[in-house]
């Protein structure tokens, strides 16, 4: 259409800006981006919309995608969403199956439960997480 510009909407990887151990993996995301198909921000400074406030609140506990289209995904999902689209693909995808997708949500509830834990000991001059 003549005289109309469209826009599209980004990819949100959105997640604790408070966090240490969660900057370091934001960064790593973009730095894993070669296609920039991911806006990478904290959930505070996420814009609305995407950001609603059940998300906003959501955030505080588990990294969150939304995607162009306002797909919500959230924890292992929301990761091996991001790991199939920066070179993870395959290995993405299978772990995104039964029974392997039960032991990804387990292990990311494990590590964001003790992710203040986790961040003072690998990263122990970054700032820490506040939960």
């Not at 806006?39 to 990294?63: F, K, L, R």
């Not at 091996?80 to 990804?104: D, E």
């Amino acid at each position: 259409m003549q005289g109309v510009h469209m826009t599209k909407q980004p990819n949100y990887v959105l997640w604790d800006g408070e966090c240490g151990i969660c900057a370091h993996l934001a960064a790593f995301t973009r730095r894993s981006d070669r296609k920039q198909m991911f806006q990478v921000m904290p959930y505070q400074q996420a814009p609305s919309p995407p950001m609603t406030p059940e998300i906003q609140q959501a955030c505080q506990t588990y990294m969150h995608v939304i995607t162009s289209d306002g797909t919500v995904m959230r924890a292992g999902r929301a990761s091996l969403y991001v790991m199939q689209h920066t070179g993870w693909g395959w290995f993405a995808k299978m772990l995104s199956l039964p029974p392997f997708i039960w032991g990804v949500e387990a292990a990311y509830w494990l590590f964001a439960r003790n992710r203040r834990w986790i961040s003072r000991i690998l990263f122990p001059r970054s700032n820490s997480c506040p939960r």
